[in-house]
């Protein structure tokens, strides 16, 4: 319906040209609209104004309106026409509407005939210029009005192909378009000394347009200016910088921040006031696939016989367990520690930093020493940690968090998980499969609530399937102690139950850390989501101090803390050359339950509440040959395109390895390539990557040219014949 609607535009937009080619030839307008012919009707339509004055201000005015609105050109012979009929002021007043409102009329074709087409076809593509005209619209519209040397009709069309408003446009280019009106219409009085055109523009009147038309964008720099100088305006700057870049923080974001601006040869200081390495290293990412890793180990054990492998026992020995992670945590410690990142050239400073300017940094070593540097840059890398609700008892209860539960020696044997997201669900699935007894409660209606329901029921039934008992729906109202027990009170409805537990886990989100090293004091706004407020470049109000990783949201992931940091590192050293706004187009995830679900672009839950159009194609796992061979055939991959095309918007694969099956999604969405180029492409056999292929394959099979194979049978019946 939406293709067909565009057809028929494209058809009528061809029609509209060739009208208007035509009829220019058939009127011989070009010969009508030049100075000459102007110039030798002088005398003939003075004297038929005289008689006819109101006559001849209408047909002038519609003849303008229609030349502009099917973007004739002649503009400027009309204008002068307009000073020598009807003197400068009628003139003016005359030109200025007929121009405005024909300017309208050939901005509303072009959106009619054209803006759908050329959106739908380039929207990707055109998101840097929609943008900037969303923003800068008013001053860009304004600069081309006001310098006469920009073709009108040209301006007219291209702004109907971008998203301004109507209003806005003819309120625009009637004030834009007054001062070189004005000065084509005193020309048309003086028109008997003009011998061309290019003469009314001297060198001086040129000149004094493109200043008029620099002004916008000058006045806009120097408001800009002003609120820089606001916000620095308290703030003593030094006169010389120890240091480029000051990176606080040496998680994901702080340590490949560092490792940027050191490869670029600047002179870095990354501070860190606990652990090298941060939050991924010593409590998140890294202990938690360990330990994801033995309790897949300890599954397969009892499941062993289902793979004709017999009499197999085994027991958890959690010590070990703990010992494990711990060890792996030590084998990838080198990665991020103080020894390597000096041999890249970073300085490391182990201790507390806090910002004191917005050009120098104090830090507190661990044996209480002070020291305050300067530098041009700081990056704030301070990353986030578990947020723990007030609930009432909990400070007597005690509870665990993703930073404390590495530190457990026995294992829970009731252990409750308070939250549905990646974090408790690998958790929850973990130790139920070690051997505790586990339930997971959640508020909302389903576990891991921006996946697609479809997705977050596989993950439960999974869940379920290792012991663990989730509740959602399930809000969590106080601690007691019952008995000598600890027991939770959760409210379902309005039926509440008491849940038994020797350990409570929280993982109910993370806040970021935004407290405790300066923000306050230099009056650095957060966001809603206490986030520090970053623009597109990862700038706060202090355009040289910048924010990455879960302190700057909006992903509390590590690989999107590393791919912000090579922003804020450029913009931060080479900002003053050019700048690059961080790029989110394209940010995968994964939580690592088994199955694992992995995601990049839409879902369909965020297409529909966006309204973006789309079709699903989707390959079910148990049709593959090697997931059936590893008894893995639990799970799909499902994929979102553009209606009609191979153009994917999302691809979400539940499954065994999701995680890394994802990355040629990943792939395909950042470098613009299709299912079509997926299914040409060679997978090896057998392997679970097959799965991308085949769901590229359903995608072509739904889209085969029905009509064409029509034909092509009846031509092989033929050759049989
Ligand atoms: C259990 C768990 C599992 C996870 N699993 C995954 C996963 O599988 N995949 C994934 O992508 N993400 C995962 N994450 C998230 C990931 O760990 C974070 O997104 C990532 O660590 C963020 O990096 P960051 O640099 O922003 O902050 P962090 O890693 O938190 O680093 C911030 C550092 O700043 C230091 N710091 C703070 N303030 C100061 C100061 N004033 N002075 C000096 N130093 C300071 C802190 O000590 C800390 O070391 C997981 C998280 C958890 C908790």
């Known amino acids: 319906m939406k293709r067909a609607r565009l057809g028929l535009r494209w058809l ?48 002038y005015f519609v003849i303008y309106v229609l030349a502009t609105a099917a973007s004739i050109p002649g ?29 309208l009329l050939a901005f509303l074709v072009a959106r009619y005939l054209l803006h759908g087409a050329i959106q739908s076809r380039f929207g990707q593509s055109l998101k840097p210029i929609n943008e900037g005209i969303a923003r800068d619209g008013v001053l860009y519209l304004l600069t081309l009005r006001l310098v006469p040397l920009f073709p009108f ?18 309120g625009v280019s009637q004030i834009g378009m007054l001062p070189g009106t004005a000065v084509y219409v005193f020309a048309g009085t003086q028109l008997a000394t003009i011998d061309s055109v290019g003469d009314i523009l001297s060198p001086l009147l040129l000149g004094s347009l493109l200043l008029l038309g620099s002004f916008p964008i000058m006045a806009k720099l120097f408001v ?3 609120a820089q100088r606001k916000v620095y305006g308290a703030w003593q700057k030094p006169k010389k910088f120890d240091r480029n870049l000051i990176v606080i923080g ?23 006031g606990h652990k090298m390495g941060g939050d991924c290293l010593n409590y998140g990412c890294v202990p938690s696939k360990a ?18 492998v017999e009499d197999v026992t085994g027991q958890v020995n959690f010590k070990a367990v703990m010992q494990r992670i711990h060890d792996v945590i030590q084998l990838i410690e080198p990665h991020d520690s103080v020894q390597r990142y000096t041999d890249l050239g970073v300085e490391v400073m182990l201790g507390h930093a806090v910002i004191r300017t917005p050009w120098s940094v104090e ?3 661990p044996d209480g020493q002070s020291q305050t540097l300067t530098t041009r840059n700081i990056v704030i890398a301070a990353g986030a940690k578990p947020f723990v609700p007030p609930i009432p008892g909990l400070k007597e209860s005690g509870y665990l968090t993703s930073d404390t539960i590495w530190n457990l020696t026995e294992l829970p044997s009731r252990l409750v998980v308070l939250g549905g997201g990646p974090i408790g669900c690998e958790l929850s699935q973990s130790f139920a499969r070690l051997g505790s007894q586990v339930t997971q409660v959640e508020m909302t209606s389903q576990l891991l609530g921006r996946e697609d329901p479809e997705v977050s029921e596989q993950v439960k039934a999974a869940l379920q399937r290792d012991g663990v008992v989730v509740l959602t729906e399930h809000k969590a109202l106080r601690i007691e102690r019952v008995a000598g027990e600890q027991q939770i009170i959760v409210q379902h409805g309005d039926v509440e139950t008491a849940i038994t537990f020797d350990h409570i886990l929280f993982a109910v989100g993370r806040s970021p850390r935004v407290t405790g090293y300066g923000l306050e004091a230099l009056g650095i706004p957060l966001t809603s989501k206490n986030t520090i407020d970053t623009n597109a470049y990862l700038q706060t109000i202090y355009p040289n101090i910048f924010a990455v990783g879960d302190v700057a949201g909006p992903f509390q992931l590590t690989h999107a803390a590393a791919h912000q940091a090579w922003y804020a590192a450029v913009n931060g050293l080479f900002g003053r050359f050019k700048r690059f706004k961080v790029d989110y187009s394209v940010m995968p995830a994964a939580t690592f339950t088994d199955p694992e679900v992995a995601r990049v672009g839409l879902s369909e ?18 049709d593959l040959d090697r997931a059936i061979a590893d008894g893995t055939a639990q799970g799909f991959v499902k994929v979102l395109t553009v209606p009609g095309k191979d153009k994917i918007l999302g691809a979400t694969i539940v499954g065994e390895h999701a995680g890394d099956l994802l990355a040629e999604f990943v792939l395909a969405m950042k470098y613009g390539l299709g299912l079509n180029k997926i299914l040409g492409t060679v997978h090896t056999y057998p392997t679970m990557s097959e799965a991308n292929k085949y769901v590229a394959g359903q995608w072509k099979r739904a889209h085969a040219p029905k009509r064409l194979l029509a034909w092509v049978e009846k031509y092989h019946r033929w050759q049989r014949s």
């Open 363 to 365: 830090v507190t070593s």
């Open 75 to 103: 503009a400027v012979i009309l204008t002068l026409a307009a000073g020598t009929l009807f003197g400068f002021g009628l003139g003016l007043l005359l030109v200025s509407f007929a121009s405005s409102l024909g300017a």
């Open 605 to 622: 839950t965020e297409a529909k509440a966006i309204g973006v159009p789309y079709e699903i194609t989707r390959y079910d796992l148990d």
């Open 153 to 170: 009709w040209l301006i007219n069309l291209l702004m109907g192909l971008t998203p301004m408003s109507a209003t806005r446009f003819y």
């Open 250 to 272: 040496a998680g994901a974001g702080g340590l490949v921040t560092a490792y940027i601006g050191a490869a670029v040869k600047a002179r870095v200081t990354l501070i860190e």
């Open 224 to 226: 800009n200016y002003l």
């Open 12 to 59: 009528i937009f061809i029609l509209v040209v060739v009208g208007l080619f035509w009829s220019y030839q058939a009127f011989d307008l070009g010969r009508l609209l030049t100075l000459e012919h102007i110039k030798a009707s002088r005398d003939a339509l003075v004297d038929f104004y005289t008689t006819q004055p109101l006559l001849t201000v209408f047909v």
């Open 291 to 308: 330990l994801i890793r033995s309790a897949k180990v300890a599954k397969q054990l009892k499941i062993a016989k289902d793979f004709g």
